[in-house]
């Protein structure tokens, strides 16, 4: 394969700056611009002191070179990493003078594709490497790091080769099918496919956890207009991310942002008033609203604490059926201003969450973001062994093969013929193998990698 080179710290001016090559050619490529001790002479996993110098021997910049032969290196090729100091220019020159020494700069997430090509990780291994590198919590670095250690690709092999056993005793009985023997007992085979499927449905499950792991639980923050939603959003943030106005109806569109709280990265959404408006504009941002509502898993119903109190029935109608199997906490705002007595206590008669806050004074709001983490209660990851799927391919795969199982044990239930159980079976088989690249196309790698960082 070719040889291939590109800067892997992040793009930018700054103290050092690390430069990786990968292929069979790499150490004699390297050697072409390197001053110091020879390559030839160098052992794995050794680090140089040297120089850097272009194709007229003049010296670009002094570097701490680090040597990977192969098998043994990230890649499973030759790697060499050059560490040089990080001025944007230094970078440049460098990656300029190893491709006239005949690299090629590489392609986004060429790296790990190598790897996975050459077998030092499979696809869901590979894919949590992106994981590891966007991480912005301890939950998600934790659970990407879970996953590219291997727990889940250890647990899908697993369910493989039990699925293998079965559609091999199934098959094999199709071989002695004149013969009239048996081989696969119905009953354990039932046994092992439910049991199966219970294990694919429970990674499928924890699927909604792991993506607000990893992007962020959707906080939506709604309410009528000037209640203090982005005056709300701006105090949890810590910034001034969304303009705040008298005029009511100013927010139209939604803000999002997120943040770590209390090891929990939260995604707050600000949405637009809701209210009856003849403005198009406005309505399609108070439909939008009600969307991202649909997708939160916690709602802040910011209240005036000021308002009439005849208004609170109304409006929690409007909202409730987008709370379904969604936690709402109820956000007194404004309580500097005036009582929030007879609000608290028509609250308490529909039977909401309540938090009293000034959002503009900061009164009680640690207390509300106390109540949010409290509320937010995602699973514990501290297991090492721990799967949780973060992935919306993985995901989509796992649903397909639980159908497939679904169908499995309908066929073993009504007593259809082996052949049939067995493509099943396979089927099941052929999705698990996508999450782990077992059974892969380049289209599916393509896009996959696409979205890698070049130099990883």
């Known amino acids: 394969m070719d040889t ?17 090559v990968s292929g069979d050619d790499s150490l004699a490529m390297v050697q072409q611009r390197w001053k110091g001790k020879p390559l030839s002479e160098m052992v794995s996993h050794t680090v140089h002191f040297g120089h850097i110098v272009d194709s007229h021997g003049e010296i670009l910049d002094e570097a701490v070179l680090t040597v990977f032969r192969a098998p043994n290196s990230f890649t499973g090729e030759d790697v060499v990493e050059l560490s040089c100091h990080g001025s944007m220019w230094i970078q440049q020159q460098v990656i300029a003078t190893l491709i006239d020494a005949g690299c090629r700069a590489a392609a986004g997430g060429e790296f790990t594709r190598r790897a996975f090509a050459n077998g030092k990780l499979d696809l869901s291994q590979a894919e949590a490497v992106a994981d590891v590198i966007a991480s912005q919590s301890r939950a998600s670095h934790h659970v990407a790091m879970n996953q590219m250690r291997g727990a889940f690709s250890r647990q899908l092999s697993s369910l493989r080769s039990q699925l293998l056993q079965f559609v091999s005793l199934i098959e094999l009985e199709l071989d002695f099918s004149e013969e009239d023997v048996s081989f696969a007992d119905r009953k354990r085979l039932t046994a092992l496919a439910t049991s199966i499927k219970e294990v694919v449905d429970s990674l499928a499950g924890s699927y909604h956890a792991g993506n607000a792991i990893k992007n962020g639980l959707p906080v939506a923050i709604v309410g009528p207009t000037n209640a203090g939603k ?67 898993r916690i709602v802040l119903w910011v209240i005036d604490a000021t308002a009439p109190v005849g208004e609170l029935e109304d409006f929690y109608h409007q909202i409730v059926d987008h709370c379904h199997g969604k936690e709402l906490i109820a956000v007194i705002n404004k ?30 709001v640690e207390q509300l973001k106390q109540d949010i983490i409290e509320t937010a209660a995602l699973p514990q990851v501290s297991d090492e062994n721990a799967v949780i799927v973060t992935n919306a391919r ?63």
């Open 335 to 364: 309580i500097d201003a005036g009582s929030a007595h007879d609000v608290v206590k028509k609250l308490n008669e529909l039977g909401v969450k309540i938090a009293q806050i000034s959002a503009r004074e900061g009164i009680g």
């Open 394 to 456: 993985h995901y989509h795969a796992l649903v397909r093969a639980s159908e497939a199982l679904e169908r499995t044990l309908q066929g073993l239930d009504a007593g259809i013929s082996g052949d049939l159980v067995s493509q099943d079976i396979r089927e099941c088989m052929h999705y698990l193998g996508e999450i782990t690249g077992e059974i892969s196309t380049d289209d599916i790698l393509g896009e996959i990698f696409a979205h890698f960082c070049v130099g990883k």
């Open 4 to 20: 291939i080179c590109a800067v892997s710290t992040p793009h930018g001016m700054g103290g050092i700056a690390v430069i990786r």
């Open 230 to 296: 982005s005056t709300l959003l701006n105090v949890l943030l810590g910034d001034d991310r969304a303009l705040v106005s008298d005029i009511k109806g100013t927010t139209r569109d939604v803000i999002e942002d997120t943040i770590v709280m209390g090891g929990t990265l939260l995604r707050f959404i600000d949405t637009a008033g809701i209210r009856q408006s003849s403005d198009v504009i406005e309505s399609m941002g108070i439909e939008r609203s009600f969307k991202k509502m649909d997708e939160a």
